[in-house]
């Protein structure tokens, strides 16, 4: 999403909108702007958009804060984009922070920069942020023990503590950190550090530190530096129906004012783990807030869509607010052709002036992701990525090696999303969760590529990710996903 599609206006918000940002009447009863509840809302109704919008809400408040939980680091990128456009064109100083949901359960609070060394040692770490640098002493176990003592305090007198002790005791607990890695490093690194074992105490810098100097400092690539996580006032939890019954009782003791969860059950993909929106408003007694209407997708995609997802027959069509496209501009395409005729189709599309520039190219697996950037670059056409690769490179199978039934794999990420880029932004159906394009390329739709055939819930997510138009590029024969879509709502290319 571009900065100005995060702008919301106020005075045009809806009454579902206005309820979920300044509160209101749930069927007859009060639900207060610091509640707790649920929002339910489909493919295209805004959730996002709003989940920002409420942050920025409590983030305001005097003294508070707001911490949006996502389950994916594409959606973390993308929620901060919508953050620093409050705060750099709205010209608002609120402190809400999007974050990452797994290292918020596992980790702490990560710590934004690029992490150093002195070369060599394994004693000091130094933190660049912008133009600060802060300085960290490995320390003993009495010293941790010094500041673990200090945050039990924290925690357990939280709600006796003023803002300024608030503060003060954060300030201080948060001097001692640990050190993580985002990816797999070389075996040095693990010696030297471990994974969150090794602890680190922040002291003042004496002398001047030019971290440029690689004849003194060395960059560790992929470095976390993480600390215990404060007590959040607000909390706020994106794509809610993929995180289980304990993940959401976990994230309920971390805050406390209130929490709201956004979501839609029909987009869960961990449907192991995950929960219904229904049955967690049921669990933990929140009412639930039905965005009712849709703003993104038009009309030609949304009956297309209810095919795919049989449980939205009837109800995401007569949502939408947009209007069909014209007969000139059709939506949703189907278009055969070889691997290599899909990727120049999209090449082609992307080369021509006159289309859209905002371009997703959403695809099932990891090594899909890599063969298309590689495909891209080699033919002149840049675009912007994540994937995740294991250190034995791919297999010959387009069994994605993430899938839970295959088991866990050491990996290596390569990220260069830039939400601000005009490039074509290449993801796995996973990572495109909540994110948003105008026009949506979905190659390699075959059944026959996959051992169970693609999934329904992720192409459900894939298709309606665009705000305009859907190419659904294949080989011979289609995903039996499309099979129910009458041929009328097709264009054939």
Known sequence: MRFEEWRVDDSKLDDDQRIIVFGGNIKGSPLLIKDNFVVQGSAGSGKTIMAVRKSIIFGSLPNQNCVVLVCTKALKLMLQNGLDYYKSVQRINHRAKAVYAWAWQYRGMDLDGEVFRKK????????????????????????????????????????????????????????????????????NLYRSFGRRTKYFERVNLTTSVDLQNNNDYENIPKGVIFTKKPKVDYLIVDEAQDFSQKDVQGFIGDKSQSIVFFGDTLQQLYSNSGLSLGTLATNNKFPIVELSKNYRLPKDVARVAEYIQPKEKDKLLVRCQKGYNNETLPT???????????????????????????????????????????????????????????????????????????GSALYNQFDT?????????????????????????????????????????????????????????????????????????????
């Open 120 to 187: 060599g040692s394994d004693q000091e770490l130094y933190l660049r942020d912008g133009n600060n640098i802060y300085a960290y002493k490995c320390c003993d176990n009495t010293v941790r023990e010094k500041y673990e003592t200090k945050y039990k305090d924290y925690i357990e007198n939280y709600s006796k503590l003023s803002p300024k002790e608030r503060k003060q005791a954060e300030d201080e607990f948060t001097k001692l950190v640990s050190i993580d890695f985002a990816d797999h490093v070389v075996d």
């Open 332 to 406: 949703f395409y189907l278009k055969d052709g070889t691997k290599e005729d899909q990727l120049k189709f999209i090449i082609n599309h992307c080369k021509n002036p006159l289309n859209s520039k905002d371009i997703g190219i959403l695809v099932s697996t990891n090594k899909q992701v890599e063969e298309v950037v590689n495909f891209l670059f080699k033919n002149g056409e840049p675009c912007q990525y994540r994937f995740n690769k294991p250190l034995g490179g791919f297999g010959n199978s387009y069994i994605d090696f993430m899938d839970s039934e295959l």
């Open 417 to 493: 999303l830039n939400f601000q880029s005009n490039l074509p932004c290449v993801l796995t159906y996973h990572s495109a969760k909540g994110t948003q394009f105008d026009t949506v390329f979905i190659p390699f739709a075959n059944d026959d590529l996959y051992r169970n055939g693609l999934k329904r819930n992720e192409f459900y997510v894939a298709i309606t990710r665009t705000s305009n138009q859907v190419f659904v590029l294949y080989q011979d024969k289609v995903t039996a996903l499309v099979k129910d879509v009458p041929e009328k709502y097709i264009t054939r290319k």
